[in-house]
């Protein structure tokens, strides 16, 4: 059951009642990933917490919508709609080139006195390491290639030739996104940064994932888990435990 949303925001699970005290936890997908990713953390935090996510555009329901291939753009377009949502107090979560995202909303609503309270950034190195990255400009083949590395991605999907009809163009347009975007030297945010991450991910290091610390003037904490790029499938308990440990302390 889908409850209360907007065109970019999903809520699962329908709300708690208190309006003050209840943090709102908004979740942001990977590259090629959809809201609907976050229904089991929803399932799961809710009614703790006001679960929602991002529902990026050219996927699912928005599959006829242009995707945006433009982190700053993108940022953009979510903080507006997540502005809204500050009346009560609010954390982030995200994932892969979610966590990036979710990163430039925080910036952006920083400068409104609206910044969340704090940022879980899972699966992605910080804003500040580049890598040289081209898969975005290859073919279809070798972009289902990446995403068959990263695992995560159900294989049938990816071989079904009409289904990938309809993933390619979220997936171009967020690799384009991700792999073209570049941090604002010196970028941090005020809130703490809490960093998951695998040991074993291909796209981030430990010593990449501990970089985030660079990007906060407030507390900065990191765990590694076993696994790749998807590492919180396998971990889920884990994760949800961090997310409801840290939380509390971040209102504190």
Known sequence: MITETGT???????????????????????????????????KQLTPRFDVLAIQYPGRQERRHEPCIDDIGELADRVT???????????AFFGHSMGAVVAFEVARRLMERDLAPRVLFASGRRAPSCVRVETVHKEGDQ?????VRRLGGTDVRMLADPELQSMILPSLRGDY???????????????????????????????????????????AFDLHVFRGGHFYLNDHAAAVMRTITENIPAAQA
């Open 80 to 90: 507006a709609e997540i502005v809204p949502l500050a009346d009560r107090p609010m």
């Open 142 to 146: 070798a972009l289902l290639a990446e």
């Open 176 to 218: 384009t996104a991700i792999m073209t975007y570049r941090c604002t030297p010196g970028a941090r945010i005020d809130a703490p940064i809490v960093v998951l991450t695998g040991d074993r991910d291909p796209h981030v290091t430990t010593d990449e994932a501990a970089r985030w610390k660079e990007h906060t003037s407030g």
């Open 8 to 42: 970019w925001v999903r809520r699962f699970f329908a709300a708690p009642d208190s309006r003050e005290s209840t943090t709102r936890l908004i979740c942001f997908p990977h590259a090629g990933g959809s809201a609907s990713y976050f229904h089991p953390v929803a």
